[in-house]
């Protein structure tokens, strides 16, 4: 049950993330956050929570799309997937149960 919990964990996180990129994808051009510093830069200059602080509220070219798949966007697949991990696990953990 530990290992179930801390992979939905995971996939809650890896879920969420790719839902916030689909979220900055369907922005308006004159919404999408202004860009910023480099992660390389970040890493260097700043504690490791300020950097995913500033990584999750987006930039500019986070909105680009760069590529779909079945007409789907990228972030779309991956929130499919990590929902995948999510319903599979809780099926393990829910058989192994009884």
């Not at 308006?28 to 956050?33: G, I, L």
């Not at 202004?34 to 929570?49: D, I, K, T």
């Not at 997937?81 to 192994?96: D, E």
Request: with cysteine; charged share 15%.
């Amino acid at each position: 049950r530990v290992w179930g919990g801390l992979v939905t964990l995971a996939g809650l996180a890896g879920a969420g993330v790719s839902l916030r990129q689909l979220w900055l994808q369907s922005l308006p051009a004159d919404q999408v956050p202004q860009c910023g510093p480099g992660l390389e830069f970040l890493m260097e200059s700043f504690p490791l929570w300020d950097v995913l602080s500033k990584v999750l509220k987006g930039s500019g070219e986070c909105a680009e799309i760069h590529g779909r798949f079945l007409g789907m966007t990228m972030p779309f697949w991956v929130a499919v997937f990590f929902a995948g991990v999510i319903v599979w696990t809780l099926w393990l953990v829910a058989r192994r149960r009884r």
